[in-house]
T-cell receptor, first 112, second 113 residues
Framework: RKEVEQDPGPFNVPEGATVAFNCTYS??????FFWYRQDCRKEPKLLMS???SGNEDGRFTAQLNRASQYISLLIRDSKLSDSATYLC?????????????FGQGTILTVHP | GAGVSQSPRYKVAKRGQDVALRCDPI?????LFWYQQALGQGPEFLTY????????KSGLPSDRFFAERPEGSVSTLKIQRTQQEDSAVYLC???????????FGNGTRLTVT
């Protein structure tokens, strides 16, 4: 089983739609969680950190469920510019503290 | 510099050649990571450093891969006797450590012919 798993998609949604991505992780000792965004042929860039209490940044909401070991990202009112690959990232705990592991990524295409 | 700098941006190597990829992290960042990204996949962990110490190299695919960061700043990823399956984008990232977010360089796109 992969350490971090995501549905690769692709998700094709119209502008204005709400879309949600989930991610599961296998290491219960994981400490930190992030969502990154990667545009085609570009480097990944931090979208947002994910906190236990959940957090929101404009149209983006991230949730963490430690008991079920999954992370979610909700995008409301999708824009064309949201089209990208969304990467779930988990920092290992325990003896692998500091090591960040990426999921495969979920492809989102927002169309007019 | 303001961001993570990687060089070269593109590298074409003939099978069997050795290559060296350079990463210049953000000044003051103690953690430095190398990832390999194949087309359509997420970045795969190769190795990481905290200052000059290589804390984890479990992701290096074979003993042909070697990474160093001798003075705790610039890092080099060396691939000996390159094979076609080594073709990928090699991403370097740095962070302040302790679970801080990563800042990536533009990557080096390696093509082995």
């Amino acid at each position: 089983r992969k350490e971090v798993e995501q549905d690769p998609g692709p998700f094709n949604v119209p502008e204005g739609a709400t879309v949600a991505f989930n991610c599961t992780y296998s290491n219960s000792a994981s400490q930190s969680f992030f969502w990154y965004r990667q545009d085609c042929r570009k480097e990944p860039k931090l979208l947002m950190s994910v906190y236990s209490s959940g957090n929101e940044d404009g149209r983006f909401t991230a949730q963490l469920n430690r008991a079920s070991q999954y992370i979610s990202l909700l995008i409301r009112d999708s824009k064309l510019s949201d089209s990208a690959t969304y990467l779930c990232v988990v920092e290992a705990g325990g003896t692998s503290y500091g090591k960040l592991t990426f999921g495969q990524g979920t492809i989102l295409t927002v169309h007019p | 510099g303001a961001g993570v700098s990687q060089s070269p941006r593109y590298k074409v190597a003939k099978r069997g050649q050795d290559v060296a990829l350079r990463c210049d992290p953000i000044s003051g960042h103690v953690s430095l990571f190398w990832y390999q990204q194949a087309l359509g996949q997420g970045p795969e962990f190769l190795t990481y450093f905290q200052n000059e110490a290589q804390l984890d190299k479990s992701g290096l695919p074979s003993d042909r891969f070697f990474a160093e960061r001798p003075e705790g700043s610039v890092s080099t990823l060396k691939i000996q006797r390159t094979q076609q399956e080594d073709s990928a984008v090699y991403l370097c990232a740095s962070s302040l450590g302790g679970g801080s977010p990563l800042h990536f360089g533009n990557g080096t796109r390696l093509t082995v012919t």
